[in-house]
């Protein structure tokens, strides 16, 4: 999306015109703007018009120009927020008046203001306190959930048995997670050759990367332009067949009379929900497949992706990996299954999963909106302004971490190898929209991780050396690890 904007040009530029001496607050683009070259200005010169991520102008602009600056994006301006301390008191110190979205024109076609994650105001309240209530009830975080992760972990240990050691694709890894999220949303696990499984997959997959084109992005940006080149119309094609299928699936629930039946599932829980108070229609039919389109979307997508990179790194680092499995070994054995409890015992584990999730940066920028007159960094934002609080400089702030552009999962162990939590590890966002499926992000990580490297040696292909495995992020909706193969080798003491 835009605020991926890997490959965009962006204008970026600070002004300044304040008076000095007077003690009122500086608002944004006022202020003593200083090139850090040497120097003071009444005005910023022009910032880089090109940044990315990963190889340094977001980096080189909070060089030049502080923390805090202002970009603009086609005819917008936006405050961009730069490493942790900026960051954190964005959405931690300042969280309620930052709690926001601003409107994003894809967005908006897709979901007309509903669902949870792009939606604002008393509708995102709403969705967001039953959401995380419903999660809660279904046990995330507790044991019914475990279960069922163990359970894929079972499914997907199986799929890989039938490879014999010989190369599999990536992307068979999402299977598992997706699955766990499919259940909890509809009370029930796919079987993985079900048409309607194999058919929401692949859908999924096709909308993340039409959301990471260029073309996408320019339609965000000039929403005008891009609807007179018709750029947003393949992606809307392949979310009506995603939304048909939800349909069918949500249908497939509602019970014969209204108020009856169990609650098993996320949409047992919103049709229930609408059938009772809703005076103002936060529940009703287009806002429930709204919700259920934003769950299946980031819940597949986030944790699949994550799976998928850590399998990846173990490739791209063998003696990392044989350190987990030591200590797999050393405290599992070859037959008990990791649960979620086994962090504190597995410390080495655990640091390399969180190192992972780290290094990655699976959603470098989030959007967010002021819903007041904030003041943030010494500026005053007027209500109503886009922030782009940048996960990625956090995650990557030479600050927080020893070598923050290397893999390294001593980042979070201590000199004994105890495993140490690092305020700056903000993979999930923070604040009043930290990510609502963490909790169970982290059960089916550690579980599935765990469990997969306690069976197998992940291994390039043959005729390809660990150093050969590509990790050039493939920009979609998320940092996708790029398309390719590993061969999940049996271990003996696996068996």
Known sequence: MWWTAA???????????????DDSPPHLGQGRCEDRRGGAHTEAPEASPCWHYHSGPSHWLSERYGPVFTIHLGGQKMVVLS?????????????????GRPPIAIFQLIQGGGGIF??????????????????HSLGVGRGPVTEKVLQELRCLVGQLDHYGGRPFPLALLGWAPSNVTFALLFGQRFDYRDPVFVSLLGLIN??????????????NIYPRLGALLRLHRPVLR?????????????????????????VHSYVDALI??????????????????????????????????TLQWAALLMGKHPSVQGRVQEELDRVLGPRRPPRPEDQRSLPYTNAVLHEVQRFITLLPHVPRCTVADTQLHGYLLPKGTPVVPLLSSVLLDKTQWETPRQFNPGHFLDASGCFVKRAAFLPFSAGRRVCVGESLARTELFVLFAGLLQRFRLLPP??????????????????????QALCAVPRPQGR
């Open 7 to 21: 490959h965009f040009l962006l204008q970026a530029s600070a002004s300044s015109s304040v008076k000095w001496g």
């Open 83 to 99: 490493g942790y301390e900026a960051v954190r008191e964005a959405l931690v110190e300042t969280g309620q008046e930052l709690a």
């Open 118 to 135: 792009f939606s604002s105001g008393a509708r995102w309240k709403a969705a967001r306190q039953f959401t995380v209530r419903t999660l």
């Open 206 to 219: 096709e909308v993340m990367v039409l959301l990471g084109t260029p073309g996408l992005q320019l339609f």
């Open 238 to 262: 392949k979310i009506e067949e995603v939304r048909a299928i939800l349909t069918t699936l949500l249908e497939a629930r509602r019970p014969p009379a209204p108020g009856g039946g169990p």
């Open 272 to 305: 229930r929900q609408g059938q009772g108070g809703d005076p103002d229609g936060l529940f009703a039919q287009t806002n429930v497949v709204a919700c259920v389109l934003d769950m299946v979307m980031a819940g597949t997508e986030t944790t699949s992706a």
């Open 462 to 483: 043959l005729g390809l050396s660990p150093a050969g495995l590509d990790t050039t992020p493939t920009p979609a909706f998320t940092m996708r690890p790029p398309a």
